[in-house]
Antibody, heavy 120, light 108 residues
């Protein structure tokens, strides 16, 4: 079964750091762009970041640029998101996703998400 | 930064047709994708490349595009279609992905 499982979320104080992981199973991520998308409680989906297949190209939403770093370890079949200088407004469920099937650039595989709460 | 805009809510009675629009300057150049999200669940793609339907998605879901607006149409709405629907696309360069704010579909 093709699956993504996020982990690493939790409660952190403003200004703190967290590292999220996204472990893939049932497929090899090494040929896929991988993305992070977040959703604040009761709010909509927001694209956060993406990384190309070999990790040489990354892009970020303006709201996280300079604070978050996306990376990957294809040998471990895992995607990461290093989050520094966290703000209250970063509180959200963080999903990893990719376009796996033959549906263009549709995000057709999602994990269940990991909750990040930034609060004092 | 680039944005796409959806109405916050749409309401229809069972059996009627629901239409949800999404507007953005880059939509003539970039494909749109539509996702359905039910409470506590991850999103599911219901339309890709403006108007294509993934396998397993009911035929009552369709998509169309005209200029800077794309539309998700749900014909013969059923109670199970009540959910949040998100439009997603990319900026004109294709670099940055963007989601609309979401539309809550209520089946009366």
């Amino acid at each position: 079964e093709v699956q993504l499982v996020e982990s690493g979320g939790g409660l952190v104080q403003p200004g703190g750091s967290l590292r999220l992981s996204c472990a893939a199973s049932g497929f090899t991520i090494s040929t896929y762009w991988m993305h992070w998308v977040r959703q604040a409680p009761g709010k909509g989906l927001v694209w956060v970041s993406r990384i190309n297949s070999d990790g040489s190209n990354t892009n970020y939403a303006d709201s996280v640029k300079g604070r978050f770093t996306i990376s990957r370890d294809n040998a471990k079949n895992t995607l990461y998101l290093q989050m520094n200088s966290l703000r209250v407004e970063d509180t959200a469920v963080y999903y990893c996703s990719t376009y796996y099937g033959d549906y263009g650039d549709a995000f057709d595989i999602w994990g269940l998400g990991t909750m990040v709460t930034v609060s004092s | 930064s680039y944005e796409v805009t959806q109405p916050p809510s749409v309401s229809v009675s069972p059996g009627q047709t629901a239409r949800i629009t999404c507007s953005g300057d880059a939509l003539p150049k970039q494909y749109a994708y539509w996702y359905q999200q039910k409470p506590g669940q991850a999103p599911v793609v219901v339309i890709y490349k403006d108007s294509e339907r993934p396998s397993g998605i009911p035929e009552r879901f369709s998509g169309s595009s005209s200029g800077t607006t794309v539309t998700l149409t749900i014909s013969g709405v059923q109670a199970e279609d009540e959910a949040d629907y998100y439009c997603q696309s990319a900026d004109s360069s294709g670099t940055y992905r963007v989601f609309g704010g979401g539309t809550k579909l209520t089946v009366l």
